[in-house]
């Protein structure tokens, strides 16, 4: 069972070029994520997709865009690559199960994390 | 707007003892979860624990407890019997039910000495 997986792992670009990140899941979750991991930040949101055919901004969008191509995958796309984009990049997914009773707060599971840097 | 707060950038701990790592969140939320992930030098975010807000009595998983204490919005972690592979940068994070992200903490790193 892969969970989530991302795609690359590794990626070095340099300034003005552009480049997607590609994320996809196996868990049948309503919900995916793309954050972003800075030294001494944490992990802070991008954007999300709350269901497929939907997507919001996170605490830092400026600089992406995202595309929820289907319920599985979910594209996180550079347009013009800047050195502040030097990061850590995460994709995790939840399954929120409003349907459920008591309201439900699943954890999120994670790929690996894509290790981007912008010369 | 939410935050959560990790007041301890650094922590060690020797093997075999016990460590408690620090967290306090804002919210105005009634309904809520609280989270803490590991996550070791390969990169993995592994969930170590979680808590319902509703639920009164602290979660548990193994050597991993937490002491949740609502009123005062914090939320700790207590690693027993401290092991090697215990080091690692520590979040906590904390989300509402339904669609709704993760908000973290910016972590506390922890150092197991043998």
């Known amino acids: 069972n892969a969970g989530v997986t991302q795609t690359p792992k590794f990626q070095v670009l340099k300034t003005g070029q552009s480049m997607t990140l590609q994320c996809a899941q196996d868990m049948n979750h309503n919900s995916m994520y793309w954050y972003r991991q800075d030294p001494g930040m944490g992990l802070r949101l991008i954007y999300y997709s709350a269901s497929e055919g939907t997507t919001d901004k996170g605490e830092v969008p400026n600089g992406y865009n995202v595309s929820r191509l289907n319920k599985r995958e979910f594209s996180l796309r550079l347009e013009s690559a800047a050195p502040s984009q030097t990061s850590v990049y995460f994709c995790a997914s939840s399954d929120a199960g409003q349907l459920l009773t008591p309201p439900d707060g699943r954890a999120q599971h994670f790929g690996d994390g894509t290790r981007l840097s912008i010369l | 707007a939410q935050t959560v707060t990790q007041s301890q950038p650094e922590m060690s701990v020797q093997e075999a003892e016990t460590v408690t790592l620090s967290c306090t969140y804002d919210t105005s939320e009634s309904d809520y979860y609280l989270f803490w992930y590991k996550q070791p030098p390969s990169r993995q975010m592994i969930l170590v624990i979680r808590?319902?807000?509703?639920?009164?009595q602290n979660a548990t998983e193994n050597r991993f407890s937490v002491n949740f204490q609502k009123a005062a919005k914090s939320f700790s972690l207590k690693i027993s019997d401290s092991q090697l592979g215990d080091a690692a940068m520590y979040f906590c994070a904390y989300r509402i039910s339904g669609n709704t992200p993760l908000v973290f903490g910016k972590g506390t790193r922890l150092s197991v000495i043998a």
């Open positions: 808590q319902e807000a509703y639920k009164q």
